[in-house]
Each structure stands twice: as structure tokens, then as C-alpha cells.
């Protein structure tokens, strides 16, 4: 059995039916396209002005955002998060790490239709307050949440 003539058929067949559902319009127009890159926001050093960076001229806090972490991480190398928005209309999330050299340690874009939700490993340089921000509506939200670490993870 040729396994190489087997994927090559299957991969464009998936290619074939993707077009097709674009056609139909069942897959969103803005699938493939990226929100532009914000550099600026992964270059600050402090959540203030991480939160300028993110357009967050003001938040406000929610009991509506969940931080998923242990209390405790045994290594600051890889700290798995969840974070959760029941919020309606939640557009964006993003985790962010004061303690960190850099404290925003991601942005995700969420398209219509997503569950708000992201699941990422962070690396902590130390014990410190982690914080969970949500665009939802045009508006901002936050939360936060301390995390122990044991062994550090970033150097420095």
C-alpha cells in the first residue's frame, strides 16, 4: 500500500472540501487572516503599561473571568493557565505576569462564535500576581490571581 499517494489524496481532499465551505460561506470570512501583531504590548515591563499597549484606557474588575492554576507551581519553567470569560461578547484575552520581564505573556483574538476560553504553559521568574484580561464589548475586564513558585523559570 503506497501511504505517501494515500496522505497526498487526503490532504487534498481536505484542502477541496475547505474551498468548498468557503464557498458555501460556512467557514468565516476571517479565518485565515491574523489581527494585526501588537509588538509594543510583549515589550512592556509593567501591567499599566501593558494595559495602554492593549488600548485599555480603563478596567474594570470581574467575577465573571476565571484564573484555572494551581496555587503553587513546583517549576516556574511551565505553569499551565486556563482562563475563562462568561462575559457576552468576549473578543480578546490575555494573560499577564507582573513579576515577569516582559508581563504580557499572550493575546489570543477570538472570532465570533468561539468558546471563551484559552489554555497556555507561562514561564514565572517568580512568585507573583498573574492577571487575566478580557475585551468584551469594547470594554475591558480583569482579574487576578496570586501563583507560588518554587523554582524559577525565566532566569534572571
Excluded at 467557514?27 to 488600548?55: M, W
Excluded at 505573556?105 to 500576581?129: H, T, V, W
Excluded at 478580557?134 to 507560588?148: L, P, Q, S
Amino acid at each position: 500500500m503506497n501511504t505517501r499517494r494515500r496522505r497526498t489524496l487526503e490532504a487534498a481532499g481536505g484542502v477541496g472540501l475547505y474551498a468548498a465551505l468557503a464557498a458555501l460561506g460556512l467557514v468565516p470570512a476571517g479565518a485565515s487572516a491574523a489581527p494585526p501583531f501588537n509588538a509594543a504590548a510583549f515589550q512592556t515591563r509593567s501591567i499599566a503599561d501593558t494595559l495602554k499597549a492593549l488600548g485599555a484606557n480603563a478596567t474594570s474588575d470581574s467575577k465573571d473571568i476565571a484564573i484555572v492554576a494551581n496555587e503553587v507551581a513546583e517549576n516556574g519553567a511551565l505553569v499551565p493557565v486556563t482562563v475563562r470569560s462568561r462575559l457576552p461578547g468576549t473578543e480578546m484575552i490575555a494573560l499577564l505576569v507582573e513579576k515577569n520581564p516582559n508581563a504580557l505573556a499572550g493575546a489570543y483574538f477570538l472570532l465570533d462564535g468561539m468558546e471563551p476560553e484559552i489554555a497556555m504553559r507561562i514561564k514565572m521568574n517568580q512568585s507573583s500576581d498573574v492577571y487575566a484580561v478580557v475585551k468584551a464589548d469594547g470594554r475591558f475586564y480583569t482579574t487576578r490571581r496570586e501563583i507560588k513558585v518554587t523554582l524559577g523559570g525565566c532566569g534572571g
